[in-house]
């Protein structure tokens, strides 16, 4: 099976998931200024209790969006649950 094609001058919209390390956004979006090809949009997932403030100016829009009870973006995958008593995560698919 192979990918479809795009045309190379589709939008492209780019999603990132963001926790603290306020510099390390700061570059994301910096590098993606430098591009030759920007992004139509670029949308924040705020996994903290304060939107980014002072990020960098860019010729498309950014967009933060606060996600609520966000873990860190290192923190642990999909939870499943596990044992013969699951307790309050009886919802969650068994591994």
């Known amino acids: 099976m ?3 094609h795009l045309a ?3 939008p492209v919209s780019v999603l990132t998931l963001a926790r603290g390390r ?3 956004l700061r570059n994301v979006i910096l590098g993606l200024a430098q591009q ?3 992004p139509a949009e670029l949308i924040i ?3 903290q ?4 403030t002072d990020l960098p100016d860019t010729d ?3 967009r933060q969006v606060l996600i609520e009870g966000g873990r860190p973006a290192a923190g642990p995958g999909p939870q499943f649950c ?3 008593s699951c307790g309050r995560d009886a919802d969650l698919p068994r591994r």
């Open 2 to 4: 192979t990918a479809p």
């Open 8 to 10: 190379s001058d589709a």
């Open 22 to 24: 306020d510099k390390h």
């Open 36 to 38: 030759t090809r920007q």
């Open 45 to 47: 997932g705020v996994m």
């Open 49 to 52: 209790n304060d939107l980014y």
């Open 60 to 62: 498309f829009p950014v």
């Open 82 to 84: 596990r044992g013969q």
